[in-house]
C-alpha cells in the first residue's frame, strides 16, 4: 500500500478571495463544498502551488495576490510526504519591482520550487481542462509534461534549459548571425535535452500503457495513448543515434527557420494523442461526457501509477469532480480516488452529491472567503 501523502494544516494569506484562513485537517479527504464563486476553486489553486508552476491555473502571480492587498500573497502548508512531516510555506514578495516566486522548507529558504518534488506530487483535474482533448496542442504538451513531471522531477529543468536554449538559437537566427560556432553549440545542448525530454514522455506514456493494460475493468474509458510531431518514424532508435539525427535537422533546417522566425523541429512541437480504448475512437471525435470519463480515467490511471512508481500516492485536486456525474458513477469515483491510497480535495455546489464517501471524508462550507466545518 503506498504512503498516504497527506495535508494536516492548510494556512492562506492575501491569496485570492481569503485574507487569511486556516484549516487544521485529517488524512481523510477534504470536500469543499459552496455556491459558484465562493472560493472553493481557489483553496485548490493555493494547494497546486506545493508543486513546481504556476498552479492549476497557470495565473501570473502578481495577479493571486488578493485585491487590495498591500503585499504579496503566502501558502503555508504542513505536509506528510515522501520524506516524512515538512512544513512549506510559498509565495511572492511584492516589495521590489521583480514578482518572484519564494519557497521555505521547514522555515529555511530554498532556490528552487523543484524540491517540492521531493516532497509530494500533486494532481489536478479542473473544468477547464474539459476541452484538453480538442484544443490546441500547447494545452495537451504541457499536460503531459505534468504528467511526467510527478515520475521525473528532472524534467521540468530539462524542458526549461531547452526552452532557454531555443530562444538563444532563434534570436541568432533571426539577427542574421550563422556563426557555425555558436549555432552549433546551441544545436547540441538542444539535441542533448531535446532528446532527453522526448525519452522521459515516452518512458512515462510506456510505464501508463502497461498499468492501464492490466487493471481492472472501472466505469471510466481506458486511454490508449501515443506521442506524434517529432521524430515519428525515428523513434524506435537508441536515444545516442536520436540525438544525432535531431542536430542534424537543426543544422539543416537553420534557413528555413531563420525565414519562419521559429524552431520548426523539436520536442516542443509533439502532440499528445488520446483514443478511447473500448470504441476505438480518437478523442477528439467522442462525445462531451465521454471525453470527460476519458479524462477521469486518465488521471486516476497516472495517480495509480505515481503511487506505484514512487511508493507514495498523490494530493488529488478535483474540482467540480461530481458535477456531470451520475449517482452511480460518482460512487464507482470515490471508491476508486480511495483505493489509491492519498488524500483527496474535491469541490461541489452540493455536499449530497458526496454522500457515498460517508466517513472517509471531511466537509467543509465555503462562503465568501470564509470555510466552516
Not at 494547494?47 to 503555508?76: E, K, M, Q
Not at 529555511?108 to 474539459?130: F, G, I, R, Y
Not at 496542442?137 to 526549461?160: E, I, N, T, W, Y
Request: proline residues 3%; negative net charge; aromatic residues 6%.
Amino acid at each position: 500500500m503506498p504512503h498516504k501523502t497527506s495535508l494536516s494544516t492548510l494556512k492562506l494569506t492575501d491569496f485570492r478571495n481569503y485574507a487569511g484562513v486556516s484549516l487544521a485537517l485529517d488524512d481523510r479527504h477534504v470536500v469543499l463544498t459552496g455556491d459558484n464563486g465562493s472560493g472553493k476553486t481557489n483553496l485548490l489553486e493555493a494547494i497546486s502551488f506545493l508543486s513546481p508552476g504556476r498552479g492549476l491555473r497557470r495565473a501570473v502571480l502578481s495577479d493571486v495576490t488578493r485585491v487590495g492587498a498591500s503585499g504579496g500573497f503566502s501558502v503555508f502548508a504542513d505536509v506528510d510526504g515522501r520524506e516524512g512531516e515538512v512544513a512549506i510555506g510559498t509565495g511572492i514578495d511584492a516589495d521590489g519591482e521583480t514578482v518572484a516566486r519564494r519557497l521555505r522548507l521547514n522555515g529555511t529558504p530554498v532556490k528552487s520550487v523543484e524540491e517540492l518534488t521531493d516532497h509530494l506530487s500533486v494532481l489536478w483535474l479542473t473544468p477547464a481542462m474539459d476541452g484538453l482533448f480538442t484544443g490546441g496542442s500547447s494545452d495537451r504538451r504541457r499536460f503531459l509534461d505534468r504528467l511526467v513531471l510527478s515520475l521525473d522531477p528532472a524534467h521540468g529543468r530539462r524542458a526549461a534549459d531547452y526552452e532557454r536554449a531555443m530562444r538563444s538559437r532563434n534570436r541568432l537566427l533571426s539577427e542574421g548571425r550563422f556563426d557555425p560556432a555558436w549555432l552549433t553549440g546551441i544545436e547540441v545542448q538542444m539535441a542533448e535535452l531535446g532528446i532527453a525530454m522526448a525519452a522521459a514522455r515516452r518512458e512515462m506514456l510506456d510505464l501508463l500503457t502497461a498499468l492501464v493494460a492490466r487493471s481492472a475493468a472501472t466505469p471510466f474509458p481506458s486511454p490508449d495513448l501515443s506521442l506524434t510531431g517529432f521524430l515519428d518514424d525515428e523513434a524506435a532508435r537508441p536515444f545516442a543515434e536520436l540525438e544525432e539525427v535531431f542536430l542534424a535537422e537543426l543544422r539543416d533546417g537553420r534557413y528555413r527557420d531563420a525565414a519562419a522566425g521559429r524552431t520548426l523541429t523539436g520536442p516542443h512541437r509533439v502532440d499528445l494523442m488520446v483514443r478511447h480504448r473500448e470504441k476505438n475512437m480518437e478523442a477528439d471525435r467522442c462525445s462531451t461526457g465521454e471525453q470527460k470519463a476519458l479524462l477521469v480515467g486518465l488521471i486516476l490511471a497516472h495517480a495509480r501509477l505515481t503511487a506505484d512508481m514512487t511508493g507514495h500516492a498523490p494530493v488529488l485536486l478535483l474540482d467540480e469532480i461530481a458535477a456531470h456525474l451520475d449517482e452511480g458513477r460518482r460512487a464507482a469515483l470515490f471508491d476508486l480516488v480511495h483505493d489509491l491510497g492519498g488524500q483527496a480535495f474535491m469541490t461541489g455546489t452540493d455536499r449530497a452529491m458526496f454522500s457515498a464517501l460517508g466517513e472517509r471524508a471531511q466537509f467543509f462550507t465555503v462562503h465568501q472567503g470564509h470555510v466552516s466545518k
